[in-house]
């Protein structure tokens, strides 16, 4: 058994939403699923359809005596607020994300929500961390239901939003280290670190993928295409935040785009006035450019001199937008490892991005840097790792 049970580098700060988030499945589970953990009102209006939903999907024909015998009063809770396919609600769109199918259900997905949460919510902000986790979780309900048209069975659970955090945890902190537990009794009982990619690919592919191709879709009582669709709506709406950072145009250097004069493109003119260090007018010209015009316009020199440059005069955002149009046009290769740097050093001491900057950090001792940038990177490593309750390796 693989179970993992931390990550590492982790934010400064209470990640308020992901607590908040915890503490409503938890409320739910005590308020509603427990006290309701008692036999059905034989009286109920929806105990018949209840039982003729079971009776279809059973694969074992039982007569509906014995199914009463066993139906819960939450059963028809999650029967009338779990998404149902055949009759899709707005409402349980919603409310089936705060249902659970009992302790070790809710358990699991709040452990993983604990672990991965705080590092999506930090990146993201609080505001827009919550309605991606509610939106991720709409999304892997809807992508289940595209497999699932014909089924009355209700679907609840975090699990779908909890795998929309995945995606971006995977996409943004593929170098963090996850904990593991790994328990082979009585061979193997120990706790080893982990690279977060490897441990979400094998939730992905191992647990969710296979599964789901091999039971056609129907997933055999666990919605495996809804951890899949919340996996990918993460994974792309991870992906699309960051191309819009990377295309930004930073709020002091915005402007018109100017005409291009008769004998020399924008392009020109900035790619000179940077070459000759002329980097307080090439600035505001640079961002006056859209992102694509940039593509491959400064020699890799001039690209880190213009992003230096901007650090060194407070504007952290710019430099940063900079950093990663380098990265784009020349992720290897020359001044590679100093894109990294300025990329790490601005979210660890500009942003507090830990988690984000432990990436780049990362990334420039494998671009053969020179002395004084690796010195730089260490440097930042370690200030991360002051910061852990573990030692980031």
Do not use: C
């Amino acid at each position: 058994m693989f179970l993992p049970i931390g990550d590492e580098p982790n934010p400064r700060g209470v990640p308020w939403v992901t607590y908040g988030l915890i503490a409503a499945n938890v409320a739910v589970y005590l308020l509603v699923t427990l006290p309701l953990n008692i036999p059905v009102d034989l009286n109920h209006p929806a105990l018949a359809e209840y039982v003729r939903v079971l009776m279809d999907a059973l694969p074992q024909r039982v007569s509906p005596a014995d199914l009463v015998q066993q139906i819960s009063a939450y059963d028809l809770v999650v029967f009338d607020y779990g998404f149902r396919p055949v009759a899709p609600s707005a409402l349980a769109l919603l409310t089936s994300m705060f249902l659970h199918a009992g302790f070790m259900h809710l358990a699991g997905n709040m452990l993983f929500l604990w672990i991965y949460g705080d590092n999506v919510e930090h990146r993201l902000g609080s505001g827009a961390y919550l309605v991606a986790y509610l939106l991720t979780g709409v999304t892997a309900t809807l992508f289940h239901t595209a497999f699932s048209l014909d089924s009355a069975l209700p679907v609840v659970g975090a699990s779908g939003a909890i795998s929309g955090v995945l995606g971006f945890y995977f996409l943004w902190f593929p170098r963090n280290r996850v904990r593991v537990w790994v328990f082979f009794f009585p061979f193997i009982m120990n706790v080893i670190a982990m690279p977060a990619r490897i441990v979400l690919g094998v939730y992905l592919v191992l647990q969710n993928i296979f599964p789901f191709l091999i039971s056609q879709g129907t997933g055999g009582g666990v919605a495996y295409g809804a951890h899949i669709g919340g996996f990918l709506g993460g994974l792309g709406w991870a992906w699309w935040s960051g191309h819009r950072a990377v295309v930004a145009r930073p709020p002091e250097f915005r402007g018109p785009t100017p005409a291009p004069t008769p004998r020399q493109t924008p392009r020109d003119v900035v790619a000179r006035l940077v070459a000759e260090g002329h980097l307080a007018e090439a600035a505001p010209a640079y961002f006056r450019l859209g992102s694509e015009h940039t593509r491959r316009m400064l020699a890799p020199r001039d690209s880190i001199a213009l992003g230096s440059w901007l650090v060194r005069h407070g504007h952290h955002h710019a430099a940063l937008v900079v950093y990663q149009r380098h990265l784009r046009d020349y992720p290897v290769g020359p001044m590679a490892a100093e894109a990294h740097l300025g990329v790490g050093l601005v979210q660890l001491t500009e942003l507090d991005q830990p988690a984000a900057a432990y990436q780049h950090l990362v990334e420039v001792l494998e671009h053969d840097p020179d002395p004084e940038t690796e010195t730089l990177a260490r440097q930042g490593l370690d200030e991360i790792a002051s910061r852990q309750k573990f030692r980031v390796h």
